[in-house]
């Protein structure tokens, strides 16, 4: 039997003969009364068993502990060892079906026993196919993605389990993109308040391997409706750092063309204007598993701007940073700077790698820097706040962003005194980037008269 549920079956056979002897009793206290099948709902997760401070690992002070305490006590997980969970584990496809069956199981019966045999997760895969739950996977045995658990999960139970909470529309969330194979399943789950973002702006870090403590926190709020929140996502998109139904992506941009930036959407920005009182703060998304800035966020005010030079970023190496030179072609003659995607000058963030990515001299001089004086002169001058948002575009798997889309708006007089949504293009004129790895050449037909 496999370590997570070597106790399951006795749990279930008690759950069982607790159901049992009750629909016995009732049939006995009323002669030939006909017994009804059992109603599914959510109600059906029961306490079956205490949880004592079972895992040496999992502390009250920890984020986790109330899933994790809450799933134990609805049999739903187990523990790595007798006094452990592994919070920090990750969690298998093998698992996460199985997690996903006994959802369905104990939804609709009241009890998720399950017989295992070799391998172990063999009747899982069975009870999964055969209930319309989504299992097909090749690997059962390698660690699953948020996105293949998020994939898993929403099939789990029926749609009228997982009521929205929210209006959430596609493309809110800015690192789901649109037309995955999971972008609904997220969705559906955000929508539900069982997943609440892992960053500022609500990211999903779909590719990154789930750990046993998150998948804990998501069964628990699937099992549960009055562990569910919006609370977060909600503040989130009153204070515009949610992208509004709006996806990064280079498709529909045009090619360079001689000019460092394109207009996006007209040069209307997607933001909605918050309500109610007006303050400062600055946001930065965490990197993603190649190490890539994701992208900042800030209510710009003179209370964040800085009162002292800028210090040292020579410390930090952002993605596809080479230390390269063409002197006479270049002004400064190197051709990468590290860029920062929201300035020093904004909110006084200086060597933060989630704000640094490498750019180049033009990036940085002939675009960023002309959007970067307009948004600190008119800070300055009216003492007004600006919506500042700044994201990079990478394609594919690549280390150095073909561009940043950047985007501002004046919010005490409506976007009157400050309003942009741009394109900036990472490139270099005269020079040809290899954007996969940052390396570079001279552009031999290239002629600063063209």
């Known amino acids: ?156 139970l029926p749609s009228e389990a997982f009521a929205p909470l929210m209006d959430l529309p596609y493309g809110s969330i800015y690192d789901i993109p649109a037309g995955s194979y999971y972008e609904a399943d997220a969705y559906k789950l955000y929508r539900a308040g069982i997943l609440e973002g892992s960053d500022d702006r609500g990211g999903f870090y779909p590719d990154s391997f789930i750990k046993r403590s998150e998948a804990a926190a998501v069964i628990s709020r699937i099992a549960s409706v009055d562990l569910r929140s919006v609370a977060k996502l909600q503040y989130y998109a009153r204070e515009g750092r949610l992208d509004s139904g709006r996806s990064y992506s280079l498709s529909g941009l045009p090619e360079y063309a001689g000019f460092p930036y394109v207009f996006v959407n007209g040069n209307v920005p997607s933001f909605d204007l918050p309500s109610g009182d007006v303050y400062s703060w600055e946001s930065y998304g965490a990197l993603d598993e190649l190490g890539r800035c994701t992208g900042a966020s800030a209510c710009v005010g003179k209370d964040l701007m800085p009162s002292q030079p800028r210090g040292s970023i020579g410390m930090v190496r952002p993605t596809g940073w080479q230390t390269v030179r063409y002197d006479g072609l270049i002004d400064g003659n190197y051709l990468y700077n590290r860029c920062h995607l929201i300035a020093y000058q904004l909110t006084g963030e200086n060597a933060n790698e989630r704000n640094l990515i490498t750019g180049t ?78 390396t570079s050449s001279k552009d031999e037909g290239y002629s600063p008269s063209k």
């Open 361 to 438: 001299r033009y990036l940085n001089i002939n675009g960023m820097q002309i959007f970067e004086e307009k948004v600190a002169s008119y800070v300055k001058a009216t003492g007004n706040h600006v919506l500042y948002r700044s994201v990079p575009v990478f394609a594919g798997n690549e280390l150095v962003a073909r561009g940043v889309h950047l985007e501002g708006l004046s919010i005490e007089d409506g976007g009157s005194g400050l309003c942009f949504n741009v394109f900036l293009f990472n490139v270099q004129p005269g020079i040809e980037i290899d954007y996969k790895d940052g």
């Open 1 to 156: 039997m496999h370590h997570c549920d070597t106790i399951y079956q006795d749990i279930n056979m008690k759950r069982s003969a607790a159901v049992l002897l009750c629909i016995i009793l009732f049939a006995a206290s009323f002669g030939n009364t006909e017994v009804h099948a059992f109603t599914p709902g959510l109600e059906n997760f029961i306490f079956v068993r205490s949880y004592d401070e079972r895992f040496a690992d999992v502390s009250e002070n920890d984020w986790f502990y109330s899933p994790v305490a809450f799933a134990y006590r609805t049999g739903l997980v187990s523990g790595s060892g007798p006094s452990s969970f592994s919070p920090g584990g990750n969690v298998t496809i093998a698992e996460s079906v199985a997690f996903a069956c006994r959802l369905e199981k104990i939804y609709n019966t009241g009890w998720g026993a399950f017989e295992e045999g070799t391998p172990w997760y063999e009747v899982y895969v069975r009870y999964a196919a055969d209930h319309g739950i989504k299992c097909s996977f090749e690997d059962f045995s390698r660690p699953a993605s948020r996105a293949e658990f998020a994939y898993i999960m929403s099939s789990a």
